[in-house]
Structure formats: C-alpha cells, structure tokens
C-alpha cells in the first residue's frame, strides 16, 4: 500500500473512531450548538431513553437554567423531564412537559405528576420556574426553563419520560424498556449524576482528555471531552 492510500486509509479509520464517540454519547453532549448562541457549562447524556441535560446553575441565587433535549421527538408524541424530592420514582415529580398541540405549536409547560395515570395537565410546581419554552427541530426535541432551587433540590431525584398523545392529550407511556429506566440522580453544584436513583455517582469532567494512537505508520492525537 502507498503511503497516499496509507493516509486516506488511516483518516477513514480516525472519522469511523469519531463517529463510534458521537453515538457513544460523548459529541452528542459536550460539541451540541444551541440557536441564538446560547451555552450551557455543565452536560450529562441520561441513562435511558436517548437524551441529555444541559445546565448552567447559580449558586448566588439558587437558580438553575436547563435544556432537556431528547432527540427522536415526532409530532405525536411527549416529552418530559423533572424533579422529585420525594424519591426515585414519577409520581410526585415536578415536571415540564412539552408536545405539539391541535393549533400545530410545540408547547411547553409546568405540571405536577400527582396520578401515575395522569394525561400531564398544566399547574404549578413546588417552586419557582420561569422562561419556559420548547422547540422540536428536525425531529429533535428541546425544553428551557430556569428553576428556583430550594436547598433540597440542588441534589436530587431526577425523571424523563416520552410517550404518545391522541386527541391532542398526553397518554400513559409504556411501562417497559428505557420507560422503566429513565430515572437517576442529579447534582446540580458539583456536576455529578448517576442512573437509577442510586450507584455511584459519575463526575462530570470538564478537562479535555486526549488520546493518542497508531495507525498504519501514523500517529494520531485526538483530544475529548471526559
């Protein structure tokens, strides 16, 4: 093999690493553009169901500013993310909800999960939220808010979710699979989260990692997020 075919070779190789990373989960979180330049310092990809918590949290005030964004969204079905003081499970979360409604828009809103056969209507929480917004793009689903956090919830439980809606209402989601699985723990502060409600937590890193190796003759250096 020529050294020309050697290096096309090798960047095939390099691109197909990068892309093993992207699906890994680590592009998905640490590389993601928000519209209108917005940044978020801290990111977690969840444990289940696909999606990713980014946040920027201020501790002077107690306020945390969160993107939940959960690709594969249709336009028929929900989307949720909250939290839950009380314990590892929905019922009692504090959500926000987001689905397209029968006017064709993608809202979003505040609801109390206090029924585990609940269709998600709008209320108020347990604390202070404000700027709640949504977008679905390209199949890709994204919720804002900022949350006033009492002392209790800058670590605690937290709860996604994804389900269908008929009629213009959010139906039960299933009860098997990533749907049994999308809970865990969240530190807003230090930057910590683990699945399950339980575990070991794992810290969010924010120093770059790089990783060198060899192929065919060439060395490669790629830098990470870890």
């Not at 504090?94 to 585990?116: E, I, K, M, P, R």
Request: aromatic letters at 10%.
């Amino acid at each position: 093999m020529d050294r020309t075919k050697s290096a096309k070779v090798s960047l095939f190789a390099v691109w197909t690493i990068l892309l093993v990373l992207n699906v890994n989960g680590q592009s998905g979180c640490d590389t993601h553009r928000f519209a209108n330049n917005i940044a978020f310092t801290s990111c977690t990809p969840l444990a289940a169901l696909g999606s990713f918590l980014h946040w920027n949290y201020n501790g002077q005030n107690s306020t945390v500013s969160i993107a939940y964004r959960h690709p594969g969204t249709s336009s028929s079905s929900w989307i949720a993310w909250g939290l839950n003081p009380s314990g590892a499970r929905m019922l009692g979360t504090q959500a926000l909800v987001a689905f397209t409604n029968s006017s064709g828009q993608f809202q979003a809103y505040t609801s109390s999960v206090d029924d585990l056969n609940t269709q998600l209507p709008p209320g108020s929480l347990s604390f202070g939220v404000s700027l709640v917004s949504a977008t679905l793009v390209n199949g890709e689903a994204t919720i804002f808010a900022t949350l006033e956090l009492p002392a209790n919830l800058v670590m605690t439980n937290q709860v996604w979710q994804e389900g269908p809606v008929a009629n213009g209402v959010p139906q039960i989601h299933q009860r098997t699979g990533d749907n049994i699985r999308s809970i865990g723990r969240i530190d807003f502060r230090t930057g910590q989260s683990s699945a399950s409600g339980g575990g070991s937590g794992n810290r969010l890193r924010r120093r770059n990692v790089s990783s060198t190796f060899f192929l065919f003759g060439f060395t490669f250096s790629v830098r990470l997020f870890g």
